[in-house]
């Protein structure tokens, strides 16, 4: 009995009724048409189930943090600083925490000044506030092939159309960065920015080599484009290691994005952007105009915990964690997919970037996979031209090493059935289309 398949169905024409029932649909501005829901969010709300192995989410893995003592020290917070911690704030960020954020980026070999940092509502809001000063509708950005979704949703919701440059296992390709910005340039185009996510790349898993990102700093300066960094990761290398940003090569042309969701907690959603002096301006105006401030408690929070705690540690807990957890998966994958499959090796981070034999499609794929208690998300998900309908981004962060790899071996289970199918028929089912969509907690 598939128990899993009439409640996906359940979900899915509960989605289609609410759309189709929607009495605002006429008022919406034309930027918000762009913005769609994922079709596999509904897919989602059943690939959370207790019998799901879920290697589709990229959530931290919370239990590795000393809930206790966070708990006193929030409770200390309210007693002692209440009256500060939870009143309005300052839109750029509250200072102590700017000059610890200057600290953790020089770990980076970012030489940076607390005044140059805007504290943002997670990096996802530095992305948008980005994104709002510096896009016009029909604007061009570039970004790897594939791409954090999260972003191309915000490239997305300020109508800017993403040109794909591609990677390999050493991140970005310098070559094809100035094949791009040639193409566009015979069109007349400029891009905006370069969003580029170096270190241990959502969803890719790769790292941008040393030697590339001098190179792909002096194309971006060559063609008169500016590099938007994003940097989330950066501290999560499985054995500590750490790269250049870089933002520390080129201050003046570099726009950096940090956040303390990887290495500390999403849910206080503290993130920042440093970005050169006049940018920084513009930054903190559009703040103010989206949030008028970021949480003033949250950054206590995370300005308490970096000055009295040992967080360098805990990042190395978390690498750990991420260490066994990559392991497991890695070996799973080798003992259990079929050939013709593969999958990048990531050195840190969250993610490992699945391609899977020709005439699958992983999006159609996904219902018979979370039937088969296993979620992942589709690799549509990460491009803004319908690419990516061979791969797919699997999750290690969050489930157990032995979850992981019983997810891995319901997957191998899947792909061996969809190759039979194949063999059999010749096609697997029709090809779907996906374009960006908005970012949730399953894709992010
Ligand atoms: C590459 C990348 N950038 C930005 C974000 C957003 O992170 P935050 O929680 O700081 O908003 C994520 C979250 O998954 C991410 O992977």
């Not at 530095?126 to 896009?135: E, P, S, W, Y």
């Not at 950066?234 to 750490?242: A, C, E, R, S, V």
């Not at 499959?341 to 490992?352: A, E």
């Not at 208690?373 to 032995?402: E, H, K, M, N, W």
């Amino acid at each position: 009995m598939n128990r899993g398949q009439p409640a996906i169905q359940g979900y899915q024409a509960g989605r289609s009724r609410e759309r189709s029932r929607d009495p605002h649909l006429h008022r919406y501005a034309q930027r918000a048409a762009g913005m769609t829901a994922s079709e596999i969010r509904a897919l989602f709300a059943v690939a959370s189930r207790p019998e799901v192995v879920s290697l589709a989410g990229g959530m931290p893995y919370l239990p590795a943090l000393p809930m206790d003592s966070l708990a006193d020290d929030m409770a200390s917070l309210v007693a002692q600083d209440g009256m500060t911690a939870l009143q309005y704030g300052s839109a750029q960020g509250i200072p102590e925490l700017r000059e610890q954020i200057c600290e953790v980026m020089a770990l980076e070999g970012v030489c940076a000044h607390p005044d140059d940092v805007t504290v943002t509502v997670g990096s996802q809001s530095a992305l948008d506030l980005v994104t709002r000063i510096f896009c016009d509708p029909g604007d061009v950005v570039l970004a790897e092939a594939p791409s954090y979704v999260g972003a191309l949703g915000s490239f997305t919701a300020y109508q800017a159309q993403v040109v794909h440059v591609p990677m390999d296992d050493g991140g970005l390709v310098p070559d094809a960065l100035h094949d791009a910005l040639r193409r566009l340039a015979e069109q007349g185009r400029t891009p905006k920015f370069l969003y580029t996510i170096p270190n241990f790349h959502n969803p890719a898993g790769v790292t941008l080599t040393v030697s590339r990102r001098s190179e792909v700093l002096e194309i971006c300066a060559a063609h008169g484009v500016l590099v938007i960094e994003d940097n989330p990761y950066g501290l999560l290398g499985f054995d500590g290691q750490t790269y250049p940003a870089l933002r520390a090569s080129d201050p003046d042309n570099v726009v950096y994005l940090g956040s303390f969701s990887k290495t500390f907690a999403p849910g206080l959603r503290v993130g920042w952007a440093l970005a050169p002096h006049a940018v920084r301006e513009k930054l903190v105006l559009a703040a103010e105009s989206a949030t008028l401030c970021p949480p003033t408690f949250t950054q206590a929070v995370v300005s308490r915990y970096l000055a009295g705690h040992d967080w360098k540690s805990q990042v190395k807990t978390y690498q750990e964690a991420y260490r066994d957890r990559r392991d497991a998966m890695i070996s799973a994958l080798e003992q259990q997919l079929p050939s013709g499959c593969r999958w990048t090796r990531p050195d840190g981070g969250f993610f490992v970037w699945l391609s899977v034999p020709a005439g699958l499609d992983t999006k159609a794929m996904l219902p018979r996979a979370v039937t088969q208690r296993v979620a992942y998300v589709p690799g549509t998900a990460f491009y803004a031209d319908q690419a990516g309908s061979r791969q797919i981004r699997l999750s290690f962060c969050y489930p157990p090493p032995d979850r992981i790899k019983e997810g891995v071996r319901r997957l191998a289970g899947v792909l061996e059935g969809e190759l039979e199918l194949l063999a059999t028929f010749g096609s697997v089912s029709p090809r779907t289309v996906a374009g960006p969509q908005s970012p949730s907690p399953d894709t992010a």
